[in-house]
């Protein structure tokens, strides 16, 4: 199974900060990467797909980017509602896997 | 709007069989790949299982396969997840999704809330 290392597991920012989180695959991958966000007791919520297709409604501060084995989820400006964890995913191939997420807290 | 509520969480000893529900709306059921994704206490997601839209194919992660089912009833708009041979490690909240695309083989787009399987002694 292709595995997905997320880094880094967790950070401190604050709002307006530029934030990245990275991803790497364990093999190419194509463009089949995708991220989510969950907040407390929720359940995620589909950000990007495709590496660096924004879902509907998703605010343009989020963006993706990246090829092959190595992806990045950037936040812009932080906003309040933005500290929450953050998974990727691959569909390249069954099974799917995510990664070990991280977790965006308030610095 | 797209509408996705699991039920049939529960207690059950190890061993044991649960059947979860996941009743879809607001989309073409029958032309959506549909998954299951669970979470265990305090940890990350871990991809579970995917019927693709015409029940033609189903895939399961390692840790469940031999012992969990997935199905869907086109009829119903509801996708199944049939668990045998529960395990305490199984323990977890379980979400459905659907894929983002229709009658397509590719990333999670809209869940459901999950709903809560103890496996406990």
Known sequence: AIQMTQSPSSLSASVGDRIIITCRASQHIRDDLAWYQQKP??????????????????????????????????????????????????????????????????? | QVQLLESGGGVVQPGGSLRLSCAASGFTFSTYGMHWVRQAPGKGLEWVAFTRYDESNQYYADSVKGRFTIFKDNSKNTVYLQMNSLREDDTAVYYCANDRVPKSFGELGYWGQGTLVTVSS
């Open chain 1, 41 to 107: 007791g929720k359940a995620p919520n589909l950000l990007i797909y495709s590496v660096s297709n924004l879902q509907n409604g998703v605010p343009s501060r989020f963006s993706g980017s990246g090829s092959g084995t190595e992806f990045t989820l950037t936040i812009s400006s932080l906003q309040p509602e933005d500290f929450a964890t953050y998974y990727c995913l691959h569909d390249h191939i069954h099974p799917w896997t995510f990664g070990q997420g991280t977790e965006v807290e308030v610095k």
